[in-house]
Nanobody
Framework: DVQLQASGGGLVQAGGSLRLSCAASGYILDDYEICWFRQAPKKEREGVFCISSSEGREWFADSVKGRFTISSDIAKNTVYLQMNNLKPEDTAVYYC?????????????????????WGKGTLVTVSS
């Protein structure tokens, strides 16, 4: 089975940076699309950034354009989310999720219920 572990969250001042990691095991990342989702208090879970290495595709939410980037290290089965110029609005629990590329339909914004595997999430708190 596929297991995901998100890490790297923490408390950061507005304007600061964090790098989140999503470590996958069970199957190689190249076989899956990996998406970062986040869920802020009292808000629905929303897609943030997705990468599908085998398809050469990525997607990101308009709200993070120019601030967040995504990268993958296939050898380490890890996806990274570099978050720069963080804003209080970015405060949320961040999750990584996976779907096999043979199943993904590349509908964006990604719909959480379509993703088969989830990590436990990591909390990002951005102070004003």
């Amino acid at each position: 089975d596929v297991q995901l572990q998100a890490s790297g969250g923490g408390l950061v001042q507005a304007g600061g940076s964090l790098r989140l990691s999503c470590a996958a095991s069970g199957y190689i990342l190249d076989d899956y699309e990996i998406c970062w989702f986040r869920q802020a208090p009292k808000k629905e879970r929303e897609g943030v950034f997705c990468i599908s290495s085998s398809e050469g595709r990525e997607w990101f939410a308009d709200s993070v354009k120019g601030r967040f980037t995504i990268s993958s290290d296939i050898a380490k089965n890890t996806v990274y989310l570099q978050m720069n110029n963080l804003k209080p609005e970015d405060t949320a629990v961040y999750y990584c999720a996976a779907i096999a590329v043979v199943r993904v339909n590349y509908y964006y914004p990604p719909r959480p219920y379509e993703y088969d595997y989830w990590g436990k999430g990591t909390l990002v708190t951005v102070s004003s």
